[in-house]
């Protein structure tokens, strides 16, 4: 793999929580414009590696280099500014903010005029028509209206995913994009992801292997913060320790 | 999963503050012709005071639990400028407003980097530190205070110590620091400020430096806080150490609160009711404190989102 390929590698990165070492060595190697999912039992290490990867947390050791560049002390902000823009495990949306605010406040941040403080907030109309159309992208053209706390978990995760796309990142970070939906969500986020990721390279941690198999193009599998195996869906299948570390948990 | 039915795709709801605002003015300009002037003045310097720390708390979720500094340190400032240089007054305001803002920036550039119960504890420490530092110094007076402050002539024309001259004064001033307050939280800033309060790791992710945007909105906390308490100090033509204590900083966390946290309007109500509670009260003596307090505990039970809070909800808009 010619390295102007790889979007996004990782040289021995670890992270030590008070002598608990929950990622230990990582060497992840992303090549651009693939899907690529990091998968792993519960308690792998994989938000871990995502906290490391955009800075939200200080590694321990090893270095992250994006675009032939080290970030490894690089700040979240300046991280999310080069392109590299992760959603969390956990729906992060602005709950009391319409979903049309939320994806705004994307749009405002790429395009400007966040510090103006004298200005009326008309100012942000001018965003109206993207965030519709991001809207559009992702089922939600009905709902621009509603505050996003009152979206079903389904939608939160497709308004979280319009609102990362706002900011045309280059590598988009998802973790668990598709836990605790239902299935027909479950359906909706993955023709979602497949249809981004033609202009991007997605990096996702996903439990559920039906859709980790029908997406992605390279496999790394995490137990206990150390990569067991990588590879296409196939091969990482049939790896015996990854077998064995799913035995016995609940994704077995 | 409860879920609303499908809004109408039309632009943003708009959140008109016409009437609410032209009721205010009103309230304003009629209100010494109904009350002491004096009371009002007392009141809408206060109002000023609890609108500047509603930015904060209310937008940006910040707990400054060490406002009297802002407040109290322009005040001195502001007496100090009028009775010691003889400067006008506009520019005694400006000054004060001036030296809170720089202390705020001071101050936030410290506490800012810490989160929840840190930020406020850091805040605290840093007002009483200025508060001993009040005591002490000698341009303050100590216990006695700066007295006798002269309120002379503003623009060289308004004299001041004619009092409904100096009542408008006040009230153009409330306006004017109201109208940013206004203004900063529905702008695009405001905008980015409510979204770091809703969701700070969020904002982060989304390519934020959040910081930037709380210290944006302290220093303009602070320095609007510190034009309302030069204000005080000529209206009462005295600055004191009960202006940098920290009873006033919890007073302005009451009147917020009790007025309707993250409102634009709620901070005034709780303002006037607080002072209007106080001049009342007056006669109980020590146990004005004793109510207040009972008062509080009553109001924040019966009404968990405060005056505008509650009445918001009951007209569903914004207030
Ligand atoms: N801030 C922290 N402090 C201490 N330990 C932590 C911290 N964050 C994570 N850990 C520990 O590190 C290990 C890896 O956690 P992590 O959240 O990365 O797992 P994961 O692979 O994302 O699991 P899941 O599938 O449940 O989301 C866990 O044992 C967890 O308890
Ligand atoms: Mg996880």
Redesign the interface.
Known sequence: MPDSDVILETRGLSKEFRGFVAVKGVDLKVARGTIHALIGPNGAGKTTCFNLL?R?LPATSGTIVYRGEDITRA????I??KGL????QIS???????V??NV???L???RG?????????R???AY?QRA?ELLDAVGL???????AI????G?KRALEIA??LA?EPELMLLDEPTAGMGNEDVERIARLIQQVAKDRTVLMVEHNLGIVASLSHTITVLARGEVLAEGSYQSVSKNSAVIAAYLGTEHG | MSEASAAPAAELAPRSHRAPLAILVALVLVAPWVVYPVFVMKALCFALFACAFNLLLGYAGLLSFGHALFFGAASYATAHAALEWGWRPELCLVFGAAVAAVLGLATGLVAIRRQGIYFAMITLALAQMFFFFSLRAEFTGGENGIQGVPRGMMFGFLDLSRTYVMYYVVAAIFLLGFAILHRTVHSPFGQVLTAIRENEPRAISLGYKVNQYKLIAFVLSAGLAGLAGGTKALVFQLASLTDVHWNTSGEVILMTLIGGLGTIFGPIAGAVFMAALENYLAQLGSWVTVTEGAIFVFCVIAFRRGMFGELSRLLKRPL
């Open positions: 955009t939200f700040s979240p902000a300046e999310a500014r823009v992760r959603s969390f992060a949306v602005f709950p009391h903010l319409t049309l605010e705004r406040i994307a405002q941040r790429k005029s966040s510090f103006d403080f004298w200005r009326s907030d100012v942000l109309r109206h519709r053209q009905d709902f621009a209206q509603v505050p009152e979206l079903s978990y939608r609102t990362t900011l």
